[in-house]
């Protein structure tokens, strides 16, 4: 199974950017996104459960992200609206080929085995 990011970009401070994360070669029950910027720790951002749409989220991005997916097997999208400078990233989608619970995996990020190539998101003032 491999994963796919696109919808990175460059925004102002308070725009909004959509990444999506497409999955091929096989499903995967849940999708999280995690972030990673310069000097920092890989942290999660959102993780959604595919077949009952269950949602968690970092608190730091509660309110302003949205994780969703769509009829389109094996999707999953971020809406980010009111981007921060702190939000600059590379962003990152990561599943597995076993079920995961999203509240765990979203402060696990080794506990998953699928990644895609991450997608840079810069927010600037």
């Known amino acids: 199974v491999q994963l796919v990011e696109s919808g990175g970009g460059s925004v102002e401070s308070g725009g909004s950017l959509k990444l999506t994360c497409a999955a091929s070669?096989?499903?995967?029950?849940?999708m999280a996104w995690f972030r990673q910027a310069p000097g920092k720790a890989r942290e999660g951002v959102a993780c959604?459960?595919?077949?009952?749409?269950?949602?968690f989220y970092a608190e730091s991005v509660k309110g302003r992200f949205t994780v969703s997916t769509a009829h389109a097997p094996n999707e999953a999208y971020l809406q980010m609206d009111n981007l921060k400078d702190d939000d600059t990233a590379v962003y990152y989608c990561?599943?597995?080929?076993?079920?995961?619970?999203?509240?765990?995996?979203?402060?696990?990020?080794?506990?998953?085995?699928?990644w895609g190539q991450g997608t840079q998101v810069t927010v600037s003032a």
């Open positions: 959604i459960h595919l077949d009952d749409r269950t949602t």
């Open positions: 070669g096989g499903r995967v029950l849940a």
């Open positions: 990561a599943s597995d080929r076993v079920p995961f619970p999203c509240q765990i995996a979203i402060n696990s990020p080794r506990s998953l085995d699928l």
